[in-house]
């Protein structure tokens, strides 16, 4: 029988008012997007002005931080031609995303699920995305 650390919906709130903070601060209106550690969205807040094509997008980070248990923005330099996971991002129906602002969320060394932002630049998704986080570990 496996034990399953898992966000709960109260935990991808704070990720989620962490973020927005952040993003408030910045000026820039983004998509949130919370997943549990299999990367099954939990929580979604599109802020007044976050693009509409980033709806998708910011769950599709979130999905794969989680499921993969690691960075977009790392993804997106392994899949580069000649790396070792070029072409990974036309996997599973082009859901796994090489673009910065998707995090693991990570508890006593156990991903338990993944936050995903988008409507910035790459740099201002994951600068939002890693407030969520720092908000949601300050937290416990």
Request: with cysteine; glycine share 14%; hydrophobic share 40%.
């Amino acid at each position: 029988m496996l034990t399953i650390k898992r966000l709960s919906l109260e935990d991808a709130r704070v990720l989620i008012a962490g973020a927005r903070a952040k993003a408030e601060e910045i000026g820039v209106p983004m998509c949130i997007a919370i997943t549990d550690e299999s990367g099954q969205l939990i929580a979604f807040e599109r802020m007044d002005g976050g693009k509409i094509t980033s709806t998708i997008i910011a769950q599709d980070k979130a999905y794969t931080a989680a499921g993969a248990k690691r960075t977009t923005e790392s993804y997106g330099t392994a899949s580069q031609p000649g790396s070792p996971a070029y072409g990974i991002n036309s996997a599973i129906g082009g859901r796994l995303l090489v673009v910065a602002g998707g995090l693991p969320v990570i508890v006593d060394g156990d991903v338990v699920g993944g936050i995903g932002l988008s409507s910035g630049t790459p740099a201002q998704d994951t600068q939002c995305a890693q407030a969520g986080v720092d908000f949601f570990l300050k937290s416990f």
